[in-house]
């Protein structure tokens, strides 16, 4: 018995000194997933080294410039653009309380309200019309597309010539009906209209083409099985080509509207913001804050408050908006 002990002793030590058994299964698990992980490692790598020409543009014409606009906004600064007092959101708060800043923001909701609806509604009228098989409507797709390769700063001088109280086609057109001529640009009442005329005008050329060649990727076999079943030509359009086409429609109203926010050039040259600010939306008030007031921290706490909200309209759009959106 004391021999049997002995042994059974001698066998747990030899138990206890052998190493753990390890599954060739689970080691060669654990190598796979680490092959696995570097080569996702290099080619991040990869990808980035090819990336970093348009990130290093990024960052030097985009994100340092809005992080200086952001830094600016708490500081006050002399006119050559140094920073002399840390304020911290003393310029959002007065911004609020400004009836200056208060009006820009109500004429910028009236200015985008005036051309996003009309210039989409218009450009799609145009791309329906233009995208009929019809002889010589080649002519006719270059004719509205034509504003598309003007300046802002060109079409905004050609309007403003038709603008012109004594020598404008406008009034000249409403004098032969026995009308009085119109101040289209040193009224109150109509200086904006006549800015968002100018607006719609120079985006029907972007927004014509971009609507047709939506129109022309929808397969004319919907239409001709339309045909046959005897749908006309309302019902086809607000079935077919407008379903199919809502996905185009979504990206010209987002761009659409952005680009009104942002809109300078045409008021610069038309109005220069007057009447009485009648056309000072906050774009141009940016401009006047910064470059002619020398204000720079209050400019620039307004174009962080305009980045702010036209963010979150996109992201409206995009939540509220792209539900409504028919893909293919």
Do not use: C
Request: aromatic content about 14%; proline content about 3%; glycine content about 8%.
């Amino acid at each position: 018995m004391h021999s049997n002990a002995v042994r059974k002793v001698e066998q747990s030590n030899k138990n206890h000194l052998q190493p753990p058994v390890v599954h060739k299964s689970g080691k060669l698990q654990t190598d796979t997933k680490r092959v696995q992980r570097v080569k996702s490692w290099k080619l991040f790598g990869e990808g980035l080294i090819y990336l970093f020409p348009a990130l290093l543009l990024l960052s030097v014409f985009l994100l340092y410039p809005m992080a200086k606009t952001l830094y600016y906004s708490f500081f006050i600064t002399n006119p050559r653009g140094d920073t002399l007092l840390f304020v911290g959101l003393e310029h959002y708060l007065s911004l609020m309380k400004s009836p200056s800043f208060q009006n820009s923001m109500i004429q910028t909701f009236k200015f985008v309200l005036y051309t996003v609806p009309t210039g989409v509604i218009v450009s799609l009228f145009l791309a329906v019309i233009a995208n009929e098989r019809v002889r010589g409507i080649e002519f006719f797709r270059v004719v509205f597309s034509s504003s598309l390769g003007i300046s802002v700063a060109a079409g905004a001088s050609i309007w403003l010539f038709m603008f012109h109280p004594s020598l404008g086609v406008l009034n000249n057109i409403l004098q032969v009906f026995g009308l009085e001529g119109v101040a289209w640009l040193t009224s109150g009442k109509w200086a904006l209209l006549s800015v968002s005329v100018t607006t719609i005008w120079m985006g029907l050329g972007f927004n014509f083409i971009i609507l047709l060649g939506g129109l022309q990727s929808i397969s004319q076999e919907l239409y001709e099985s339309a045909l046959i079943d005897g749908a006309g030509y309302f019902t086809r359009l607000f079935k077919i080509t407008l379903p199919l086409l809502s996905p185009t429609l979504f990206f010209v109203i987002t761009v659409t509207l952005i680009n009104a926010f942002q809109s300078f050039g045409q008021i610069h040259i038309l109005t220069g913001g007057g009447p009485n600010e009648a056309t000072n939306i906050i774009v141009y008030s940016i401009y006047k804050e910064a470059f002619e007031f020398s204000r720079f921290g209050t400019a620039s706490a307004q174009a962080i408050i305009l980045f702010v909200f036209i963010l979150t309209v996109t992201i409206l759009q995009f939540k509220v908006g792209e539900k409504k959106v028919h893909y293919q």
